[in-house]
């Protein structure tokens, strides 16, 4: 005889309290605060959550850099601006006033000890002034090569030391080195002024809403992850398309190409998220063995499972578009790809035999990311083969950006005389 589970009874007792761990005091420091990630992304992030309330008391932001802003009512100002360009929620006086009084600006050259002197200040006062404690946060919104330099420079000022009950951590945006060799250099750097459990190594696509939403929609589910395997599924799409060119990153883009600068980071970690096993738990540390162990099952690309292109000069909406090999900072023989698609093999027991595609490139015709499952057919249609060829595989996408949601492709009866299938 089936049995099932009854729902838990809800218990009164627990009625009002709070389940999410509530954000200690501290201050988060922000090198690289006058650049493109602080203005458009960190600084109005942080904004919208202090609108909903989500920052805890006494919390501070410090900015760094090496430009001369006009002392903390520059900064200020200067984010005020971006927050009015870039927050998706609008700039209200009232709310901006409470929320400046956290920023404060420290001004200097990332070599130089006399910057993590003034930084050590800068989280004196703030603990003084605000209450935010000891407890501190590195954002590192620079390019890479100056991590190490940042990096070195916390460790000798002591800034990365955790005495007298302060917590400190350092955040590194992607990417982690330029290649294995570069990448293994930095992680020795790194762990010569920080442990390990003070670091967090950040992909900022794995913060998206649509993309965490992968792991509860596979595995909170019951009807999804039991054809989640390579005896359902006919091979899965995994597509970052954009429309625009590389917008004034030529020469970021010669060093990096569409493989180092989405593929290797962004794609395979979604790719992660679609593949990987049920973690034991849905904490940090789970969750990313469990990926390690995905990532370690792909087989090694061989260069017939790769196609690498190059946008060309043409038209985008009408108008005269230049090709890369024309783009400012571009070398006019340049062999770096803005397109690039691959075949994915993971050779373990649930997909052996199940390929990933893989795409991603600049000028092409939309912007959209999303993960497509193409399932297998049925084995036999008991239709007419007329009826029958009408029916296209189920395919349930999962779109990233934009037009956030999901969908779900399947086959029925258009009301008619005979049987008509779309």
Request: hydrophobic share 40%.
């Amino acid at each position: 005889m089936a049995t099932t589970t009854a729902p838990p009874v809800p218990n009164p007792l627990r009625a009002g309290l709070r389940l999410a761990k509530v954000p200690m005091p501290c201050a988060v420091v922000i090198f690289g605060a006058t650049g493109d990630l602080a203005g458009r992304k960190l600084v109005p992030a942080l904004y919208n959550l202090h609108l909903r309330h989500l920052l805890p008391a006494g919390f501070a932001v410090i900015g760094v850099s090496r430009s001369d802003m006009g002392g903390d009512e520059g900064f200020r100002q200067t984010m005020r601006d971006r927050c009015q360009e870039h927050s998706r929620t609008p700039v209200e006086e009232a709310q901006w006033t409470e929320f400046e009084a956290m920023l404060s600006y420290v001004q200097g050259p990332f070599d130089d000890a006399g910057t993590y002197e003034a930084i050590d200040a800068a989280i004196e006062r703030a603990s003084a002034e605000r209450g935010s404690g000891q407890s501190a946060l590195f954002y590192l919104s620079v390019p890479p090569s100056i991590f190490p330099v940042i990096i070195e420079q916390l460790g000798s000022s002591g800034l990365s030391d955790e005495t007298d009950g302060r917590w400190r951590r350092v955040v590194i945006e992607k990417p982690f080195g330029h290649d294995l060799a570069s990448g293994r250099e930095l992680a020795d750097v790194v762990h010569g002024s920080f442990d390990e459990q003070q670091v967090f190594r950040i992909d900022h696509y794995l913060g998206k809403e649509t993309v965490q939403n992968i792991l509860v929609f596979r595995f909170a589910n019951g009807i999804f992850e039991p054809v989640w395997n390579r005896n359902f599924i006919d091979h899965v799409q995994i597509t970052v398309s954009e429309a625009i060119g590389v917008e004034g990153r030529g020469r970021f883009y010669e060093e990096a190409g569409a493989l180092r600068d989405i593929v290797q980071n962004h794609m395979l970690q979604v790719l992660s998220f679609v593949a990987m096993e049920p973690a034991a738990s849905f904490d940090a540390e789970a969750v990313r063995d469990e990926r390690g162990k995905l990532l370690a099952s792909v087989r090694p690309l061989l260069p017939s499972d790769v196609v690498r292109g190059q946008y060309a000069p043409g038209f985008a909406n009408g108008e005269p578009v230049a090709g890369y090999r024309e783009e400012e900072g571009v070398a006019p023989e340049s062999e770096v790809e803005t397109y690039v698609a691959a075949r994915i093999s993971i050779d373990n027991w649930r997909w052996a035999g199940t390929p990933f595609y893989l795409r991603t490139g600049k000028r092409l015709p939309k912007r959209v990311t999303e993960v497509a499952i193409q399932f297998k057919q049925v084995p036999h249609l008991p239709f007419s083969y007329s009826a029958a060829e009408q029916l296209e595989p189920n395919v349930l996408v999962l779109r990233i950006q934009p037009d956030e949601g999901i969908a779900l492709r399947f086959g029925a009866k258009v009301p008619a005389p005979r049987v008509v299938m779309r």
